[in-house]
Nanobody, 123 residues
């Protein structure tokens, strides 16, 4: 399984961005897809995840209510819609996948990773 993230950029506080994660192989129902982010000098942290089996979604407290994760089955893509962006959202964002039905927030438990896309929120 290969993942590729798109959509990062430089935006101002309060703006929106839409990140996409294209998956090279069909996403079977027993996959969990996640988004993580890593700011300079900090560890990689969980942002959001979606269980492909039933569509359940999960969010870090810091982004709940502002970010929305969704899936496009026809295009084999996972989307992270980010609204009301803040400077503290600045980071490299990574999409990840794990081949189980259990959603976890620990980066080390995801087997597949995309290359990351930079998101910078600054005025």
């Amino acid at each position: 399984v290969q993942l590729q993230a798109f959509g990062g950029g430089l935006v101002q506080p309060g703006d929106s961005l839409r990140l996409s994660c294209a998956v090279s192989a069909p996403i079977f129902s027993a996959y969990v897809m996640g988004w993580f982010r890593q700011a300079p000098g900090k560890e990689r942290r969980f942002v959001s995840a979606i269980d492909y089996r039933d569509g359940d979604t999960f969010y870090a407290d810091s982004v709940r209510g502002r970010f929305t994760i969704s899936r496009d089955n026809d295009r084999n893509t996972v989307i992270l819609q980010m609204n009301s962006l803040k400077p503290e959202d600045t980071a490299v964002y990574y999409c990840a996948a794990r081949g189980t039905t259990v959603v976890v927030t620990t980066a080390a438990l995801y087997a597949y990773w995309g290359q990351g896309t930079q998101v910078t929120v600054s005025s």
